[in-house]
C-alpha cells in the first residue's frame, strides 16, 4: 500500500509497537476475528484495515465481508447482521476457516445469526458492546439480557464493553466512530504493528481531510488504551517464514478487483457491464483506475447490450471483457451463441451466487457451471474455465483473453462471491508484455484465404479484422459456409459445428493432467472446481494427518476437461465431487439411484468418464468451511467401512 | 495509425471506387421490395463519398432488411434479432475510425430493439441509422409490426390488427441527445439519396425511418400512400437535405421547416394527418458516445504496460 501522506507525532511513542508489558501474551498459530454490528457501522472498513496491516506483518491472511442482502435492514436485527471475518496465521490462509475465536459485536441482535450459521463455539470470547443494557426501551434492556444469558448458556465467553462510551469522550457521534476504536482495541490484543496501523488508517481516508484523519487516529489510541484496561489477554501471531516472504512482493485484493487488474494485464481495452451482484465491484474497481491504462467501462441498458456492445468491440478487433451474474448470464445466452457460431473472442466473466432466478443475490454458490456449458440451444462449444482462488481471479483473465484470441472464441471464466468478497495478499503481478493483445493488424487480407480458413485437425482458422483491405467479409449468426455464405444445406452445417467443437479438442490436447492434492491413489477422493480449493485441501490435510487415505483433485478447466482423469479416478476406491450446488441428498423420500440429480461437476463427470462418480453439495449461501468438509470426509469412510483409530481427536 | 502498411497509408496513386467495390452478394428480397432502392441509394453514397469499403461496417439485426450487409462489399455484421445497435455501437467504441452503418427493421428496432433504439440515440455515436419501416414483420410471413395501422390483417390478428401503431418519430425526437431525424420513402430515389447522404455526413447518429413498400405482405400499406402524395409533406429547407424539382413535382405538399426547431419537429410528426418527409431535426452539437468510450486508444502497448505497473506500486505492501 501507499505510504502515509500525514505522520501525525505521537507524544512519547516509543518503537513500532506496543511494547507496554502484560503479563499474560498467548503466541498462536492462528486466529479468526469477527466483527458484527448493524448495517453502516463501520465495521468491514476497521476489519480490511487489520486484515490489511497483519498481511504487512507478514502473516497469511483471509478476510470475508459478512454482508446483509439489504441496503440499510433494520437496526438489531438478526437478518441485518453486517461485518467482517478476518482470518490470520502464522501461514498461507486459503479460506476462511471454521468457527470465530474471537468477536467484536455492537449489538446482541446480529450475533444471532452468526450462532445460527456455525460461525462460533464453545469458548468464543465475545467482546459485546454494553449500552443496550441501560437502554430507555425497556424491551430492548429485556432482548439485551435474555440474549447475553443465552451466549453465555452455549459456552460464548462474553465481555460486556463500555465502547461507545469510551468513544462519546472523543467524537458526539460515535455510531460513525467505534468501528476505529475497535481496530485500536483488536491491535492491541493481536499485538499489531502500531506504526503500520496508522499508516493504514491514514491511506484508508486519504480522500479525506487532514482533521478526519487525526480524529481517527485518536479514536485508534483510545481504542488500544480501553483495550489495556479491560482486556488481561493478548495474543501473538508471529509472521510466516521469512521463505514465504522474503524478497517477495504483495498486494491485497478480493477476487473482483483482481479480475479487474487481470482485465488491465491482458490488455483489453473495454468493459462493457450492467449491474449484478455480486459481479459489480469488479467493474467499481476498473471504473476507478481503467482510464490510466487506456481503458472504459461501458455501462450498458442492459445485459444483452453489455455482451453485444462487447462483441461488437471484438468483432472489430478489440477483444473485449463483460462480468455478469447468474441471471445477467441468462440474458446474455443469444449473444454467447453468436460468439460461438461466428467465431468472436470475447472474455466473459460470471461471478456466481446463489440460484435460480434472483435467488441469493448476495451469497456464494457454484450453480452456473452447466449453464455455461450448455445454456445455448444448439451446439455451442466454448472455453469454461474457473479460478480456485483471489490470485487466479487475476491471472485466469490475462489467459482468457489469450484462449479467446487463439482459438477464436468466447471463454467464459468462473468466479464466485466467495472469491469476489474475500480479501488475501498473494503474490505481485509481474506485468509481461505477453499477457497483452497485440496491436490490432490492420495489414492487407490475402483474398485467396476465407474467413473461416479452418484447418480440419484443429478447427482453427485466422480472423480478417475490418480495415484490412480485402478482408470484407459478413459475419453471420445463420449457417455458413467457410466464406461466411448464409447455408442452409446439411454439409455446411455439419462441417461448422464439427470445426468448432475441434478447436476445443485442439485445446485440450494443450493441456496437462491435474495434479492429485496428496497420495495419488487411496480410499477417496474428492474433486472440486472454483473457490473451494483452500478449504477442500485444509479438510483433506486433516483428515490425512489423522491416517485417513484421503486425496483431492481441482479443475480449473471445465470445458475442455484436462485430460486423464479416468486414470486418476481409477486409483482411488471411491470419487466424489465437493461442490456449493443442489444435489438430491441420496437419502432423501422418491431418491433413487435412478432419481438422483447429482451436483454439476459430477454429472459431467459421470458423463465425461461413465464412472460412478458420487457429491456431496449444499446451497446454504456460504463458503465451504473445511470443518464442515472434514466432516463429510469421515462420514463416507466410515459408511465405506474405512475407519483409523484417531484417539477420538477427529 | 492501426499499423498499416506503407503503401496503404501513402496512397501515392488515389484508389477510385466504383458501385461494385459496394457491391456483395445478389440481393434476395423480393421483386418490388422497397429495399432494393435502399441498398442502391447506400450504395451510391458509399461512392459518392470515396468511403475505403474495408473501412466500413454494416451492422443489422434480424428480418428482410437485416439482409443488407450480405449485399454490400464492406465488412458486415448480421448479428441477433433487435440487438443491432448494441454491436454498432460496440464496434464504433474502440475503433472510431471505422464507419459505421446500421440497417434494422420495424419489428427489429421499434419492437424486440426498443431499449437499445432508445440508449443507441443517447449516445449518439457517428453512425448511419436506417430503419426499413414496412408495418409488417416479411421474413417471418406477415406478422403484426409497431407500425402496422389499425385494421392490417396479419397472420397474427387475421381480423385486423386491434390497437393503434407506435409512432416512432415522437418517441425519437424525445430521446435525450438526439441529433439527426428525418422520414423518407423508399420509391423517392433521389430524397432518399439525399437524406442518406445527410445522414453520413451528420457526425452522431443519423436516425434515417424509410417508409418501405412490401408488395408482399402489406402491399395495402404502401399502395395506399403512393397513389396519394398529398398524404406527405415535403420539409425544406437551406439546413435541411436538398430537395430537386422531380421531388418537389412528387410531393406537391410543402412546408419550409428550419431543422433546428425540435419544439417544431415535434408537432410535425404528432400530427397524424400527415406524413412529414425530409430532414426533421438536426443538432450538429450533439456529443457522441465514442470521443469518451474511445479514449487511450493511442496509448502503445508499452505505455500501458509502464501505467499498469505503477497501478501495481500503488497496492503493493
Known amino acids: 500500500m501507499s505510504r502515509a501522506t500525514t505522520s501525525p507525532q505521537e507524544p512519547g511513542a516509543q518503537g513500532e509497537t506496543d511494547t507496554e508489558a502484560v503479563a499474560d501474551v498467548q503466541c498462536i498459530g492462528e486466529h479468526i476475528v469477527e466483527i458484527v454490528s448493524d448495517s453502516g457501522e463501520g465495521a468491514q472498513k476497521a476489519g480490511q484495515t487489520f486484515g490489511t496491516v497483519s498481511a504487512r506483518m507478514g502473516n497469511g491472511v483471509w478476510t470475508v465481508e459478512i454482508i446483509p442482502a439489504e441496503i440499510q435492514p433494520p437496526a438489531r436485527s438478526p437478518a441485518g447482521a453486517s461485518g467482517i471475518r478476518i482470518r490470520l496465521a502464522s501461514h498461507y490462509v486459503t479460506n476462511m476457516g471454521d468457527e470465530a475465536d474471537t468477536v467484536v459485536a455492537f449489538n446482541e441482535q446480529v450475533l444471532y445469526s452468526r450462532v445460527a450459521t456455525g460461525a462460533y463455539k464453545k469458548g468464543t470470547v465475545v467482546l459485546l458492546e454494553d449500552k443496550w443494557r441501560e437502554d430507555p426501551v425497556p424491551e430492548i434492556r429485556a432482548q439485551y439480557a435474555k440474549a447475553v444469558m443465552e451466549f453465555r448458556e452455549n459456552g460464548l465467553i462474553v465481555h460486556e464493553l463500555p465502547i461507545e462510551n469510551a468513544c462519546r469522550e472523543i467524537m458526539s457521534n460515535p455510531r460513525r466512530g467505534k468501528n476505529m476504536f475497535v481496530l485500536g482495541m483488536l491491535c492491541h490484543l493481536y499485538s499489531r504493528d502500531i506504526r503500520k496501523a496508522k499508516d493504514e488508517i491514514a491511506t484508508t481516508f486519504k480522500r479525506k481531510k487532514a482533521d478526519v484523519i487525526a480524529l481517527n487516529h485518536e479514536l485508534f489510541d483510545a481504542g488500544l488504551a480501553f483495550a489495556t484496561e479491560h482486556l488481561k489477554t493478548r495474543y501473538e501471531i508471529p509472521p510466516q517464514p521469512p521463505e514465504e516472504t522474503e524478497g517477495k512482493r504483495f498486494i491485497v485484493t478480493n477476487g473482483n478487483q483482481a479480475v479487474g487488474l487481470g482485465v488491465m494485464a491482458s490488455g483489453m481495452e473495454l468493459v462493457s457491464m450492467y449491474p449484478i451482484t455480486p459481479a459489480t465491484s469488479a467493474s467499481h474497481y476498473l471504473a476507478e483506475v481503467f482510464q490510466e491504462v487506456g481503458g472504459f467501462v461501458h455501462q450498458a441498458e442492459d445485459e444483452i447490450a453489455a455482451v453485444g456492445f462487447a462483441i461488437g468491440s471484438s468483432f472489430a478487433g478489440k477483444t473485449a471483457c463483460t462480468i455478469t451474474s447468474g441471471p445477467g448470464l441468462a440474458l446474455k445466452t443469444e449473444m454467447l451463441a453468436l460468439a460461438v457460431m461466428a467465431e468472436v473472442p470475447l472474455v466473459l466473466v460470471v461471478v456466481q451466487r446463489g440460484g435460480p432466478s434472483t435467488g441469493l443475490p448476495t451469497k456464494v454458490e457454484q450453480g452456473d457451471l452447466l449453464a455455461c456449458l450448455y445454456g445455448e440451444p444448439g451446439d455451442a462449444p466454448k472455453v469454461v474455465i474457473a479460478a480456485a482462488t483471489i490470485q487466479e481471479c487475476l491471472h485466469f483473465v490475462i489467459m482468457a483473453r489469450r484462449l479467446a484470441d487463439a482459438f477464436r472464441t468466447p471463454v467464459i471464466l468462473l468466479s464466485d462471491a466467495n472469491l469476489a468478497t474475500g480479501v488475501q495478499p498473494y503474490l505481485r503481478p509481474e506485468p509481461s508484455p505477453d499477457w497483452l493483445a497485440p496491436p490490432v493488424d490492420q495489414s492487407e487480407w490475402d483474398r485467396s484465404v476465407p474467413p473461416y480458413d479452418w484447418d480440419p485437425e484443429t478447427g482453427l482458422s485466422p480472423r480478417p479484422i475490418p480495415g484490412m483491405p480485402g478482408g470484407q467479409y459478413i459475419l453471420t449468426g445463420l449457417a455458413h459456409t467457410n466464406q461466411s455464405k448464409v447455408a442452409y444445406d446439411s454439409d455446411s452445417n455439419q462441417l461448422g459445428c464439427s470445426m468448432r467443437s475441434r478447436k476445443l479438442a485442439a485445446l485440450a490436447s494443450t493441456l496437462n493432467p491435474p495434479v492429485v492434492h496428496g497420495d495419488v491413489e487411496g480410499d477417496l477422493l474428492l474433486v472440486s472446481w472454483g473457490s473451494t480449493l483452500g478449504a477442500i485441501e485444509e479438510a483433506v490435510d486433516r483428515a490425512q494427518a489423522q491416517g485417513h487415505r484421503v486425496s483431492s483433485l481441482h479443475l480449473r478447466f471445465l470445458s475442455p476437461m484436462e485430460p486423464g482423469l479416468k486414470e486418476i479416478f481409477a486409483r482411488f476406491g471411491k470419487v466424489m465431487t465437493v461442490e456449493i450446488n443442489y444435489s438430491d441428498d441420496p437419502d432423501a423420500p422418491l431418491i433413487t439411484d435412478e432419481t438422483r440429480r447429482y451436483a454439476q461437476l459430477a454429472w459431467l463427470l459421470r458423463a465425461h468418464t461413465l464412472m460412478d462418480i458420487d457429491c456431496w453439495s449444499a446451497v446454504y449461501g456460504h463458503p465451504l468451511q473445511p470443518g464442515m468438509i472434514h466432516n463429510v470426509i469421515l462420514e463416507r469412510l466410515t459408511a465405506m467401512g474405512k475407519t483409523v483409530d484417531d484417539g477420538g481427536n477427529a | ?317
Not at chain 2, 390497437?163 to 430521446?175: A, C, D
Not at chain 2, 424509410?210 to 395506399?224: H, L, M, T
Not at chain 2, 413535382?249 to 425540435?262: A, G, V, Y
Open chain 2, 1 to 317: 495509425m492501426f499499423g498499416l502498411k506503407a503503401d496503404w497509408s501513402l496512397e501515392v496513386f488515389e484508389r477510385y471506387f466504383t458501385i461494385g467495390d459496394y457491391a456483395g452478394g445478389e440481393a434476395r428480397w423480393c421483386p418490388g421490395c422497397g429495399d432494393h432502392a435502399v441498398l442502391s441509394a447506400a450504395q451510391r453514397v458509399l461512392r459518392d463519398e470515396q468511403q475505403k469499403p474495408e473501412l466500413s461496417v454494416c451492422v443489422s439485426g434480424i428480418g428482410c432488411s437485416s439482409r443488407m450487409p450480405h449485399y454490400l462489399g464492406t465488412y458486415g455484421f448480421h448479428g441477433l434479432h433487435g440487438r443491432a445497435l448494441p454491436l454498432a455501437c460496440g464496434v464504433k467504441s474502440r475503433r472510431p475510425d471505422l464507419d459505421v452503418w446500421v440497417a434494422t427493421g420495424d419489428g427489429d428496432c421499434f419492437s424486440i430493439g426498443t431499449a437499445h433504439w432508445i440508449h443507441a440515440l443517447r449516445y449518439n455515436m457517428n453512425m448511419t441509422l436506417m430503419v426499413f419501416d414496412n408495418a409488417i414483420y416479411g421474413l417471418t410471413k406477415a406478422q403484426t409490426s409497431p407500425t402496422s395501422p389499425i385494421g392490417l390483417k396479419t397472420n397474427t390478428h387475421p381480423f385486423g390488427a386491434i390497437i393503434k401503431p407506435h409512432n416512432p418519430l415522437t418517441v425519437t425526437l424525445g430521446v435525450t441527445n438526439v441529433s439527426f431525424v428525418a422520414q423518407v420513402v423508399d420509391w423517392s430515389p433521389p430524397l432518399l439519396y439525399e437524406t442518406l447522404r445527410a445522414a453520413y455526413r451528420h457526425r452522431g447518429t443519423g436516425f434515417v425511418r424509410i417508409i418501405q413498400r412490401c408488395p408482399v405482405y402489406a402491399e395495402k400499406v404502401s399502395k395506399e400512400l403512393q397513389a396519394d402524395p398529398s398524404r406527405f409533406l415535403l420539409l425544406e429547407h437551406e439546413q435541411g437535405v436538398r430537395v430537386d424539382p422531380g421531388v418537389q413535382h412528387q410531393f406537391p405538399e410543402r412546408l419550409e421547416h428550419d431543422p433546428s426547431n425540435l419544439v417544431r419537429a415535434f408537432e410535425l410528426c404528432a400530427d397524424q394527418s400527415r406524413i412529414p418527409i425530409g430532414l426533421i431535426y438536426h443538432n450538429p452539437d450533439a456529443p457522441c458516445y465514442e470521443d469518451m468510450s474511445s479514449q487511450g486508444i493511442e496509448m502503445t502497448s508499452n505505455e500501458r504496460l509502464k501505467r499498469f505497473d505503477a497501478l501495481l506500486d500503488r497496492i503493493t505492501i
